[in-house]
Each structure stands twice: as C-alpha cells, then as structure tokens.
C-alpha cells in the first residue's frame, strides 16, 4: 500500500474520531479542501502523522478548536459581493416591507462580517426593529469573534467601498468606533441577534424564515451534503421567503431545485416557491 493510500485512511479515521468524540462532522466536506487544510493545521502543530493528529484531538479536548480553526472558512468581507446586498436592498426589501415580522437565519456567520452587513442594511431600510436574526455557526470561537463585532482598522477602507456599491446613502463611519482593539461596530447591531451553535450537517432547521443568507459554504461540501444543507433551508423558508447563496454557488444540481425559483440570477438569489 502506498504512502497516499495510507494517508487517506488516516484522515478517514481522524474525522471519524471528530464525529464520534465531539459531533462534529466533515465527512461529507469535499476531500481536496478537507486534506489541504488538515495538512496545513499537522505542519504548524509540529506533528509526523494524521494519525498522531487523531491521538491529539481523542485525548485533548483543547485541540478541537485549534482544528476546527483550519477546518472551518473564517475569511470574509463586510458587503462582501456588493451586488448582492444591493439587490437585496432594490429587489427583495420591498417584498420583506410587506411583513409586520421578519425573520433572518445567517447560516454559517463565521467571524460575523455577512450578519453585520445584513444588520445595517437592515436598519438603513428600516426593518432592524421588526427583524430577528439567527447567526450559526459550528466553530464556537467564530461566534464569538462575530459577537465582539471588533475588526481590525486595516480592513475598513474595503468595508466601506463594497458598503458604498451596496447603494448605501449614509457612510460606513456611522456604524462604528476607533479603538485601539480595531473598528468597533454599533452594539445595538447585535441586540436582535440569536447567535447559537448549529451544523448543517447534523442539526435541524430554523422554521419561519423570511430570508437565509447562506453564502461560500456549500462549496466546501460533497453533493449529498449540499443537497442536505438545500432542504434544510427550503423547510425552514416560508412561502415566497428568500434564499442567497455565494457567488459560486447555485441550485441548479440540488435536487431540491424544483421547490425554488429564479429571483435575482445573477446574485444567487432564490424565492420558495
């Protein structure tokens, strides 16, 4: 048996051992990402083997996070894709006006960049009063980070140009503060916000949404596990609710496409049908 053959039984081994130990689940994740973050995370953690990695992460629950760090995406941009918060702000906030309540499930928030872009937009189009959201994520020190809100000051300057292209009137300086820590956002952005621990792999739905923003996730998953995380959101959706997606990203393969139609194509948008 070759080198490579044997490394593949060990990282099958190591995420079993996750799974088993700690229920967290990337088996389903596509294995050319999973292998090169997880030989990145064995390089800087100084260990010879994934299996040795395995004997880490089943003895030392303090590794976990450590792991997850580099199994999880933590990169993100505040409008990220402005196109698509414009849309939302031009095509699907006038549908989102006509509701008394609303709902919005941010699935995979990460460090919280997305659910802070969807917090002030929200409030520039006066819906933030009647608005809860939902921010999950499986990495706890994600959800953390994202409910801190404090970004460092270098990344402003890009924050406020894609916030600018979004069709913002008002600047980005409004939202937040200059410390030595970093930009420090409005910490009234979070006081409607639900930040909770949640797996697209394993976990249930969150029912009456109005909209689920769930954007550079999926392509990190297999189909099987793109077509879970789809019918999750369709369940979780209303009728008419809204569904966007990462620019890479669409429906066309899932094979719950059927119960979405078109809404905004060229911003992976969708609407329940």
């Known amino acids: ?27 389903n994740y596509a294995q050319a990402s999973v292998k090169r973050r997880l030989r ?38 505040l409008f990220r894709d402005p196109g698509y918060f414009r849309a939302l702000r ?21 460090t919280g960049e997305e659910l802070r872009s969807l917090a002030i937009l ?8 009647r608005t809860q959201f939902y921010a999950t994520d499986i990495n706890p020190d994600a959800l953390a980070a994202a409910a801190r809100g ?3 000051l270098d990344r402003m300057a890009a924050f406020a140009e894609n916030h600018r292209l979004s069709g913002a009137a008002a600047p980005l300086t409004d939202y937040y503060t200059q410390g030595r820590d ?6 009234a952005l979070r006081e409607r916000v639900v930040f909770h621990d949640h797996s697209l792999v394993t976990d249930a739905v969150f029912s009456e949404m109005h909209l689920v923003s769930c954007r550079n996730v999926m ?13 999750l959101f369709r369940d979780s959706l209303i009728r008419k609710g809204f569904l966007g997606l990462g620019a890479k990203e669409s429906l ?18 969708y609407q329940r049908q």
Not at 122 to 129: A, D, I, Q, V
């Open 182 to 187: 970093g930009a420090a956002f409005d910490p």
């Open 1 to 27: 048996m070759d080198e490579q053959a044997v490394e593949d039984i060990e990282i099958h081994l190591l995420l079993e051992a996750l799974h088993r130990r700690y229920h967290y689940d990337f088996r």
């Open 150 to 152: 404090v970004y460092p």
């Open 40 to 77: 990145q995370a064995r390089e800087l953690m100084g260990l010879e083997t994934f299996s040795a990695m395995q004997d880490r992460v089943l003895h030392d629950p303090a590794m976990v996070p450590r792991l997850l760090a580099f199994l999880t995406v933590q990169v993100s941009e």
């Open 219 to 231: 392509i990190y998953f297999d189909r099987a596990l793109q077509d879970r995380a789809v019918g």
């Open 90 to 110: 031009e095509k699907v906030v006038p549908h989102l006006r006509t509701y008394p309540s609303l709902k919005v499930w941010v699935a995979g928030c990460s």
């Open 252 to 269: 066309r393969f899932s094979a719950h496409a059927e119960a979405f139609r078109d809404f905004a194509r060229e911003e992976r948008i």
């Open 122 to 129: 929200f409030r520039e189009e006066g819906l933030e009063e």
